[in-house]
Nanobody
Framework: QVQLVESGGGLAQPGGSLRLSCTASGSILSINAMGWYRQAPGKERELVASITSGGSNTKYADSVKGRFTISRDNAKNTVYLQMNSLKPKDTAVYYC???????????????WGKGTLVTVSS
């Protein structure tokens, strides 16, 4: 099976930075898109950023453009989210997702991590 494990969450001050990482492990043949979502208390889960398999195309929510950067290391099956100029409204649980083809599957499927909490507060 496949596991996605996030790390890097925690407490940051407004204006500060955090870097999230998410690594996939298991019987993986290939990974297409990777992305980060977040869910704040009482709100729906929303897309933060996504990146295509080659890394050439990225997409960001308007609320994080210019502050967050998504990147990936295909050799390590890892996606990153560099978060700068953090604001209190960025407080949420952040989830990574990847579209993965495993050795027992016939097509790519979406997998999710369990989430990592990011709190932005002074």
């Amino acid at each position: 099976q496949v596991q996605l494990v996030e790390s890097g969450g925690g407490l940051a001050q407004p204006g500060g930075s955090l870097r999230l990482s998410c690594t996939a492990s298991g019987s993986i043949l290939s990974i297409n898109a990777m992305g980060w979502y977040r869910q704040a208390p009482g709100k729906e889960r929303e897309l933060v950023a996504s990146i295509t398999s080659g890394g050439s195309n990225t997409k960001y929510a308007d609320s994080v453009k210019g502050r967050f950067t998504i990147s990936r290391d295909n050799a390590k099956n890892t996606v990153y989210l560099q978060m700068n100029s953090l604001k209190p409204k960025d407080t949420a649980v952040y989830y990574c997702t990847m579209t993965i083809l495993t050795i027992i599957a016939r097509y790519h499927m979406d997998y999710w991590g369990k989430g990592t909490l990011v709190t932005v507060s002074s």
